[in-house]
């Protein structure tokens, strides 16, 4: 089972389910224009054009609203929590209502097919949700990176957005930006950052919109990722962006207007808009209609570094420009871990050890996608980190990605190993309808998987979610061996709307081996031994594994980042597991039911939570339990920090031991 991380940087292409609606045919040229350019020299107008030509059909409106309303209003499971008002620091989020937005959309008299889709996914984006998705392929083929990417370091006490990277080679790294299109710029990007899906935390969505680095298994190192700022996957209000700089070296004052560079986010085939609208936008009406290679998921956003890498690479080759001589870069600028020594890289973590401080040792988590082998990769480098002298670890999420959904007790126990066999138990439930009660009926004992190559989870095929034979039952202190689970349920109300939810359960606990030398390492069941490092983006099955370290071991955590002096949130869309519409109607057909959530009629990503998981001590979901989100201490981001992580973790273990 997968915690999806569901972020709005790479369109991940996966299998959709088939449905044949009869449209009346777009007019041809409205796409001709993109389709000449062959994914070369694309041009804000072209792609405008091309989707503003995409005709609005209502059968295929009604159609999209009818599903996506019916996934939100009857499966996702925070449809209710989403609601609350006035939620308390660190979060800042206005109630979210879902299912009146979307069945506003329904009634609205819309004339723009590409406006229709966009209220659609801004409906769901405002539920800061990131396992909630819905994004059509339609209005998503393309990718928009602006040359420059931006920070938000403090200097003199002073939060002054600048310029992280320029990549045009202009020189223009750490200008001061004062306007962005004409307005105060730290407004601007705060504007940006305020509707992102990436958390209810309004700093973490502060962080999200910003430059930061991320390590990259390919490169071997960390590489910048330029924020949501810098970049959207849909089509940008202008085809530019104007700044106005102030760079303190040179002594000038620039005025840029940086134009989007495009590029497609698949080898899109079409040739004019009836092809664009048969080929990306339609749902194919049989296995081989559709020409782009279907690729998976879960695993595309799990790799959602390294694509953002190589996408945003893609998209600024061959756009380079010589620097003039009076705005070089900065020559001061930290070099990249001088002071650290890499002992080794698996699938999902890196370990160093810091040169001036050969006492700490850092662990980096860069995907949560943790299986048995890279359990006995990471026993391994710690039982490096113990040889070598390092009697500290700092555990960096810095960005951290989501991943398997039971990571968080299989890495908690790396560091405190299982007292007994529910020690690390997540407590969760699910949302219950009829069609659910009679699926876990069918399905029981059918998935595929069990205790797999990933350790204590277990495959979505079969009944995947709703094989109640995967979960503990805490009543009877043993799995389920039968289907009341999805049975024996409760009804409760939240801001006046009922629904049905599973007792809480567990997904099937699972203790490592002993290994004889953990015992000895002075880390074990320290928590003053250890130390978190997060900007907040620790997500989905990040966050899971962190939050057993902060809330239940407490080890103490340094968010970075954010606005000085205010709370910042160890993690983000903390709660439960995200489903796609692929993988909810899969379930079904095993069955040999019928999916309640029809097909889709165009070609999307649909995603939504459907279980939720809470502290064993809370009432609140962890999604919506606030006081368990912010970080112990802040550290603000500065020209060094920013671009060195060897710098940032210098700082945390400065801090943490003061030796």
């Given at each position: 089972?997968?915690?999806?991380?569901?972020?709005t940087?790479i369109?991940?292409?996966?299998a959709a389910?088939?449905?044949?609606?009869?449209?009346?045919?777009?007019?041809?040229?409205?796409c001709a224009?993109?389709?000449?350019?062959?994914g070369?020299?694309?041009?804000?107008g072209?792609?405008?054009?091309?989707?503003d030509?995409?005709?609005?059909?209502?059968?295929?409106?009604?159609?999209t609203i009818e599903?996506?309303?019916k996934?939100?209003?009857?499966?996702y499971i925070?449809?209710?929590w989403?609601?609350?008002p006035r939620?308390p620091k660190?979060f800042?989020?206005?109630?979210v209502d879902i299912?009146?937005k979307?069945?506003?959309i329904?009634?609205?008299?819309y004339?723009?097919?590409?406006?229709?889709?966009?209220?659609?996914?801004e409906?769901?984006?405002?539920?800061?949700?990131?396992?909630?998705?819905?994004?059509p392929?339609?209005y998503?083929?393309y990718?928009f990176?602006?040359p420059?990417?931006?920070y938000?370091?403090?200097i003199?006490?002073?939060q002054?957005?600048k310029?992280y990277?320029d990549?045009?080679?202009?020189?223009?790294e750490?200008?001061?930006?004062?306007k962005?299109?004409?307005?105060?710029?730290m407004?601007?990007?705060?504007?940006?950052?305020?509707?992102?899906?990436?958390?209810?935390?309004?700093?973490v969505?502060?962080n999200?919109a910003?430059?930061?680095?991320?390590?990259?298994q390919q490169?071997?190192?960390f590489?910048?990722i330029?924020?949501?700022?810098?970049?959207s996957?849909?089509?940008?209000?202008?085809?530019?962006?104007?700044?106005e700089?102030?760079?303190?070296?040179?002594?000038k004052?620039?005025s840029?207007?940086?134009k989007?560079?495009?590029?497609?986010q698949a080898?899109?085939?079409?040739?004019?808009?009836?092809?664009?609208y048969?080929?990306?936008?339609?749902a194919?009406?049989?296995?081989?209609?559709?020409?782009?290679?279907k690729r998976?998921?879960?695993e595309?956003?799990?790799?959602?570094?390294?694509?953002?890498?190589?996408?945003?690479?893609?998209?600024?080759e061959g756009s380079?420009?010589?620097?003039?001589?009076?705005?070089?870069?900065?020559?001061d600028?930290?070099?990249?871990?001088?002071l650290?020594?890499?002992?080794g890289?698996?699938n999902?973590?890196?370990?160093y050890?810091?040169?001036?401080?050969p006492t700490?040792g850092?662990?980096?988590?860069?995907?949560?996608?943790?299986?048995?082998a890279?359990i006995?990769?990471?026993?391994?480098?710690?039982?490096?980190?113990?040889?070598?002298?390092?009697?500290?670890i700092?555990?960096?999420?810095v960005?951290?990605?989501?991943?398997?959904?039971?990571?968080?007790?299989?890495?908690a126990?790396i560091f405190f190993?299982?007292?007994?066999?529910?020690?690390?138990?997540?407590?969760?439930?699910?949302r219950?309808t009829?069609?659910?009660?009679?699926?876990s009926a069918?399905?029981?004992?059918t998935?595929d998987g069990g205790?797999?190559?990933v350790?204590n989870m277990?495959?979505?095929?079969?009944?995947?979610?709703y094989?109640a034979?995967?979960y503990?039952?805490f009543g009877?202190?043993r799995?389920y061996?039968?289907?009341?689970?999805f049975?024996?349920t409760?009804?409760?109300?939240?801001?006046?709307?009922?629904?049905?939810?599973?007792?809480?359960?567990?997904?099937?606990?699972?203790?490592?081996?002993?290994?004889?030398?953990?015992?000895?390492y002075?880390?074990?069941?320290n928590?003053?031994?250890?130390?978190?490092?997060?900007?907040?983006?620790?997500?989905?099955?990040?966050a899971?594994a962190?939050?057993?370290?902060?809330?239940q071991?407490k080890v103490?955590?340094?968010?970075?980042?954010?606005?000085?002096?205010?709370?910042?949130?160890?993690?983000?869309?903390?709660?439960?597991?995200?489903a796609?519409?692929?993988i909810?109607?899969a379930?079904?057909?095993?069955?040999?039911?019928?999916?309640?959530?029809k097909d889709?009629?165009?070609?999307?990503?649909m995603v939504?939570?459907?279980?939720e998981i809470?502290?064993?001590?809370?009432?609140?979901?962890?999604e919506f339990?606030?006081?368990?989100?912010p970080a112990?201490?802040?550290?603000n981001?500065?020209p060094?920090?920013a671009?060195?992580?060897?710098?940032?973790w210098?700082q945390?273990?400065?801090?943490?031991?003061?030796?």
């Amino acid at each position: 089972m997968v915690l999806f991380t569901i972020k709005t940087l790479i369109l991940s292409i996966s299998a959709a389910t088939m449905v044949t609606v009869a449209v009346a045919g777009p007019a041809s040229a409205g796409c001709a224009d993109l389709a000449a350019k062959q994914g070369a020299n694309i041009t804000y107008g072209d792609v405008k054009k091309c989707y503003d030509s995409v005709p609005f059909n209502k059968a295929i409106a009604r159609s999209t609203i009818e599903t996506v309303t019916k996934a939100f209003d009857e499966y996702y499971i925070s449809r209710d929590w989403a609601t609350t008002p006035r939620l308390p620091k660190p979060f800042e989020s206005d109630p979210v209502d879902i299912v009146a937005k979307l069945k506003k959309i329904g009634r609205t008299g819309y004339t723009s097919d590409r406006k229709f889709h966009t209220d659609i996914y801004e409906a769901i984006e405002s539920l800061h949700d990131g396992h909630a998705v819905y994004a059509p392929y339609c209005y998503s083929a393309y990718l928009f990176v602006q040359p420059m990417s931006l920070y938000a370091p403090v200097i003199n006490g002073k939060q002054i957005l600048k310029v992280y990277k320029d990549n045009l080679n202009r020189g223009y790294e750490d200008c001061d930006v004062i306007k962005i299109d004409g307005k105060d710029a730290m407004g601007q990007i705060k504007k940006r950052a305020s509707v992102l899906m990436t958390a209810k935390d309004p700093n973490v969505r502060f962080n999200e919109a910003l430059a930061s680095m991320a390590y990259n298994q390919q490169a071997g190192t960390f590489v910048t990722i330029p924020g949501q700022f810098a970049y959207s996957q849909s089509l940008p209000e202008r085809p530019s962006i104007r700044y106005e700089l102030k760079c303190i070296k040179s002594k000038k004052t620039v005025s840029l207007d940086d134009k989007w560079v495009i590029t497609p986010q698949a080898p899109w085939s079409f040739t004019d808009t009836a092809s664009y609208y048969k080929n990306v936008c339609l749902a194919p009406s049989g296995p081989s209609a559709s020409p782009v290679a279907k690729r998976d998921l879960g695993e595309m956003s799990l790799k959602r570094h390294d694509d953002a890498f190589a996408l945003t690479k893609r998209a600024l080759e061959g756009s380079a420009q010589a620097a003039p001589a009076d705005l070089a870069p900065p020559s001061d600028l930290a070099p990249a871990y001088p002071l650290a020594t890499k002992i080794g890289a698996g699938n999902s973590t890196v370990f160093y050890q810091l040169k001036d401080r050969p006492t700490v040792g850092v662990v980096v988590i860069y995907a949560m996608v943790i299986d048995f082998a890279e359990i006995d990769f990471m026993y391994q480098s710690l039982d490096t980190f113990y040889k070598k002298g390092v009697t500290d670890i700092i555990i960096d999420v810095v960005g951290g990605n989501g991943g398997y959904g039971n990571v968080g007790p299989d890495f908690a126990q790396i560091f405190f190993p299982n007292k007994g066999p529910l020690d690390k138990a997540a407590h969760m439930r699910f949302r219950v309808t009829p069609s659910i009660q009679k699926l876990s009926a069918k399905v029981f004992n059918t998935t595929d998987g069990g205790k797999s190559h990933v350790g204590n989870m277990f495959s979505v095929q079969g009944g995947g979610f709703y094989d109640a034979s995967r979960y503990f039952d805490f009543g009877k202190n043993r799995m389920y061996t039968d289907t009341s689970l999805f049975k024996d349920t409760v009804t409760e109300s939240h801001h006046g709307r009922k629904a049905v939810y599973t007792k809480l359960t567990s997904y099937q606990p699972h203790t490592h081996p002993v290994r004889p030398n953990v015992a000895k390492y002075p880390w074990t069941n320290n928590p003053n031994r250890l130390r978190i490092v997060t900007d907040g983006r620790c997500v989905s099955a990040c966050a899971n594994a962190i939050n057993y370290l902060a809330n239940q071991y407490k080890v103490k955590s340094y968010g970075i980042g954010g606005t000085p002096g205010q709370p910042l949130s160890k993690y983000a869309y903390a709660g439960g597991a995200g489903a796609s519409i692929d993988i909810f109607q899969a379930m079904f057909a095993f069955a040999n039911m019928t999916s309640p959530v029809k097909d889709l009629p165009y070609q999307a990503i649909m995603v939504w939570t459907i279980s939720e998981i809470y502290a064993p001590d809370s009432k609140l979901p962890r999604e919506f339990d606030a006081a368990r989100h912010p970080a112990d201490y802040r550290l603000n981001y500065d020209p060094v920090n920013a671009r060195s992580r060897e710098a940032m973790w210098s700082q945390v273990a400065k801090a943490a031991w003061k030796k």
